[in-house]
């Protein structure tokens, strides 16, 4: 078979789908890419048999079609090499010997039999839907993400979890911080008063993040127990699940938080960046301490006697309450707010903490939550 192609367009869709190829795998065929042509569609798979990626493009100069599988590292670091310009790949269906060629050279490879590259898993009969618009999916994802753990013995919380019912609701949690997005969907196979549900596994949900920018439309997402399926405009990826129950996420969040307390968000966020330099390297406590419309945040380390304090306004006119938060969590919640200001809502020391953002989109409701400290004094 033969196709002609432009080597950036190329490179681009093989880049998107290159991250899903793991380092080492369990199979040698997993470290190469699966290149179909069928008329003038070349359709390109990466794979590591946990998630899928797969994109095509339209190639001019067709003669036959087929498949081959051919190295990533040896197709990429090539076109790497080249500017815009046409090249002609000629691929022998006997032997899979490839040729590219450009207007200056010609370049020999050795492809690998396609029949050999695993099978996308089909879905099953119980198969839910789910349209959601890009922007929306995007955003949950991105403002979710930093929340997952990584914990060997509770694989459920190694992801996120998507809960459609009235709305969709993304949830990620580690134990310690637990992040909730709301938002709408365009159209569910849910039953109104029920709801269905997945958990998307870290390294698909990361995959998400880094194409997701450069779609536009809605993503048309099936799933079924094991396997969920994402189709946007450019791309597909099908992933396997988190198998197991995720946690009842709204058990968790306090209900009745007496204490309110508005404030600036990006000073909040840098006097945290600054007083926390000089917390203790192991724990990165931090002090908070609430008066009337001020809040006196510090810092120190016994072992280095080293300390640090600042104060900041505020919103508040309660009674006076002291809280200590992990500095590293607070500092990254607080980089994944969008709001001017936020709103941080609070019961007692022993408790956790609220954070809301004073502003946000009317399709975007977003709730973080922190567990906290133990304050010595």
């Not at 100069?61 to 087929?66: H, M």
């Not at 190694?158 to 365009?186: M, P, Q, W």
């Amino acid at each position: 078979m033969k196709f002609t192609v432009s080597s950036t367009e190329l490179l681009s869709h093989l880049q998107a789908i290159s991250r899903v190829i793991n380092s080492k795998n369990s199979l040698q065929i997993l470290d190469n890419f699966l290149l179909s042509l069928q008329g003038n569609t070349l359709t390109m798979t990466a794979s590591d048999i946990e998630t899928t990626m797969i994109t095509s493009m339209e190639v001019q100069d067709v003669e036959g079609s087929g498949t081959v599988a051919v190295a990533n590292k040896l197709i990429l670091d090539t076109l790497r090499e080249f500017s815009e310009l046409p090249l002609t790949f000629h691929i022998d269906d006997s032997t899979l010997a490839m040729v590219i060629t450009s207007a200056n050279g010609t370049y020999n490879f050795i492809g690998q039999s396609g029949d050999m590259y695993p099978l996308l898993p089909q879905l099953g009969d119980n198969v839910q839907h789910l349209n959601v618009a890009v922007p929306h999916l995007l955003s949950g994802i991105s403002k979710t993400f930093f929340c997952m753990a990584e914990d060997e013995l509770r694989p459920v919380m190694n992801g996120i979890y998507f809960d459609i019912s009235s709305e969709l609701t993304l949830v990620a949690t580690d134990a310690h911080k637990l992040v909730r997005f709301k938002t709408s969907y365009e159209t569910a196979s849910v039953v109104e008063g029920e709801s269905m549900s997945f958990i998307l596994p870290k390294k698909p949900a990361t995959m998400l993040r880094n194409i997701l920018p450069k779609e536009s439309g809605n993503v048309e997402i099936k799933f079924d127990d094991k396997n969920a399926y994402f189709e946007l405009s450019n791309y597909t990826m099908v992933c396997r699940q988190v198998e197991g129950r995720y946690p009842n996420y709204n058990g968790v969040i306090p209900k009745n938080n007496p204490f309110k307390i508005i404030i600036d968000r990006v000073t909040l966020l840098n006097t945290l960046k600054r007083v926390s330099v000089f917390s203790n390297q192991a724990s990165n406590l931090i002090k908070l301490d609430f008066t009337q419309n001020q809040v006196h945040v510090s810092a120190q380390d016994i072992d280095f006697s080293i300390s640090a304090e600042e104060f900041i306004p505020c919103q508040y006119e309660g009674e006076p309450i002291k809280i200590g938060f992990k500095s590293t969590f607070l500092i990254e919640m607080l980089g994944n707010v969008d709001s001017a200001e936020v709103v941080l809502e609070l019961a007692d020391p022993s408790r956790a903490g609220i954070l809301l953002p004073l502003q946000e989109d009317d399709n975007e409701k977003i709730l973080m939550l922190l567990m906290p400290m133990l304050l010595n004094d």
